[in-house]
Structures are given as C-alpha cells and as structure tokens.
C-alpha cells in the first residue's frame, strides 16, 4: 500500500528566507505527487502536481518541488518565503485504489510558522 | 474556486444521535470524496462515490455510510455518532480519478458530546 512521510511537524522560518518542506513516498509504482495548502479553518488548495515529464515542477505562490526517484523524495520549495505563507502543507500521492480509481494518501502535515 | 459548498459548518451532537453531513458541488464532477481531518493523521478517506448511486468505501469507513442520488450531492451519515467522529469532515471533487486534482470544500466541524 501506498504511503507518505513527512517528517517535520513544525516548522518556523523567517520571512525572506528560503523553505524546503520534506515528503517521502512510498508505491510500487510511478507515484502521482502533489502538495496541497490549507489555511487556518479553510480547506486543502493544491500547490503543485507531478505526474511525468520534468522532475522539477512549479507550482502557484512561487513554489516548486522536485521529484527525485532515487529517495523517493517530493521536498517543496521555495526561495522567499512570506508572512501569508503560514499555513499547514499537505503531501499527497495517487494510487489504484478498487475498480481503475485511484485515490489520494496524504501526508500527515506540516504546520510552518513565519516569524518577522 | 470550485463550486462546492458543506453544510452545516458546524455541528454539535450528542453521542448516539444520527448526523448527516451535506456536500453540494456545482461542478457536475463524477467523482466526491468523503475525508476526515484530525491531529497527526493528515486526511483519511471516509467514502467516495465515482458516479450517482456508485459509491465504496475508504480506509476509515466504520461507522460510516453514504448515498449519492443525484450528481452534485454526496451525503455522509453517521448512524449513531460516538465521540471517536469528532472531527473535521472535508468534502472533494474531481473530473476523474484521484490522480487529477481534488477541490475541497470549505469543511464541517463535528464534535460530538
């Protein structure tokens, strides 16, 4: 069965500096990777997807993640990151789950506090 | 945003009672999704439908049913509601299977007593 490792509950981060949230995955097969956002009381807003191609990909907000195969690894990224970046990140990866559907196994989050 | 409301937002229960929990897309997507949010377990999946009347269930479907009658509703039922289903419930869509993107609904807050 598919699984998703994310290893830091919390993390603070200045504003301005640069971010790099942890997912590691587990399939048998060609994963589909995504990061969603959730602000406080709202629902999950997708950031990014990986289903092929290039292994970096970019998403909304100035985020980027990059696959890596070899430590079935998805870590997002981004270069400056601010204020109204506080939020708690999701990582997510797609499976065949019954009947050609697949279904999302998410990651149990990360909460990121920005400090000025 | 995806058209997809919930309702009720809140709700307050005591345990034992019935709760049925309401989400309405305007999307006309095949697919919805049932999820529960709690502390240090990330979303799990309840139930998700892949068409009217075509529904099956996820990983924490005890104590948990659901209907679709009509594409843009997807009910979620607990029978007899314990303080376990406390929780935040979030519904999803998608044009197709999961590996598409999933828009959330704006979630409802259980907590039973």
């Known amino acids: 069965a598919q699984s998703v490792t994310q290893p830091d509950i919390h993390i603070t981060v200045s504003e301005g500096a640069s971010l790099e949230l942890r997912c590691n995955y587990s399939y048998g097969a060609t994963p589909y990777l995504f990061w969603y956002v959730q602000s406080p009381g709202q629902g999950l807003q997708l950031l990014l997807k990986?289903?092929?191609?290039?292994?970096l990909v970019q998403g909304i907000k100035g985020f980027e993640a990059e696959f890596k195969r070899s430590q079935s690894s998805f870590n997002l990224r981004k270069p400056s990151v601010h204020w109204s970046d506080a939020a708690e990140y999701f990582c997510a990866v797609g499976a065949i789950f019954n009947f050609g559907n697949e279904k999302l196994t998410f990651g149990t989050g990360t909460r990121l506090t920005i400090i000025p | 945003d995806a058209g997809i409301t919930q309702s009720p937002r809140h709700k307050v229960t005591e345990t034992g009672t019935p709760v049925t929990l309401r989400c309405h897309q305007t999307e006309n997507h095949r697919y919805m999704y049932w999820y529960r949010q709690d502390p240090g377990h990330g979303l799990r999946l309840i139930h998700y439908?892949?068409?009217?009347?075509?529904?099956d269930k996820g990983e924490v479907s005890d104590g948990y049913s659901v209907s679709r009658s009509k594409t843009e509703d997807f009910l979620l039922t607990l029978e007899s509601a314990t303080s376990s289903q406390t929780s935040v419930y979030f519904c999803?869509?998608?044009?197709?299977?999961?590996?598409?993107?999933?828009?959330f609904g704006p979630g409802t807050r259980l907590t039973v007593t």
């Open positions: 439908s892949y068409g009217v009347k075509d529904t």
């Open positions: 999803a869509i998608s044009e197709e299977p999961g590996a598409y993107e999933q828009y």
């Open positions: 990986y289903f092929s191609g290039d292994t």
